[in-house]
């Protein structure tokens, strides 16, 4: 999903959102009461890693690149330093490695205002590394949009199979239909 394509309802999108708003909320809490006792070169550093590694690389090839189309290694590697799973990981490292601090707390600073204020989640292979409209979503997400009576019906979707064969169309049945 991206901030132009979230594949939810604009309402489940914003609620998913507001979740990562919550963390961010009570991560920024926990970094002003605990202001003091944060070293700020470790966790500047725990910030950065996360897009000196995952982002910039992949936004520079994309930027590069004449048909915007880039190798998936991009893609896995945004996922890879965007996952929470993989900031847990780095997190329980540094902690055995160096120790528990509250440094840790810009791991989910970054990840909970990338999430909740951006609305920048996972990159899944099939869409644009950079965030931007899909013709083909908006016209599933019109298809989806309740209408009132009368209202016009869209046009069907013209789908290409993933294997790259034959294209399907698929109509939504309405109540007009039948």
Known sequence: MDAANPFETRTTFRLHRAEYLAGLAVTIVLIVLHFDEIRWLPALLLFAYID?????????????????????????????????????????????????????????????????????????FALHFEPEPEPLYRRLADALRPRGAGARVPAPLAVRAPSGGPVRTHHRRTPHDD
């Open 52 to 124: 000196v590694i995952g982002y910039l690389p992949g936004a520079l090839a994309y930027r590069r690149s004449s048909d915007r189309r880039i190798p998936k290694a991009y893609y896995v590697l945004y996922n890879a330093m965007h996952s929470l799973l993989t900031a847990g990981a780095v997190a329980a490292l540094w902690c055995w490695l160096v120790r528990p601090e509250w440094a840790l707390l810009a791991l989910p600073l970054h990840l909970c205002g990338d999430r909740g204020l951006f609305g920048n989640f996972l990159k899944p």
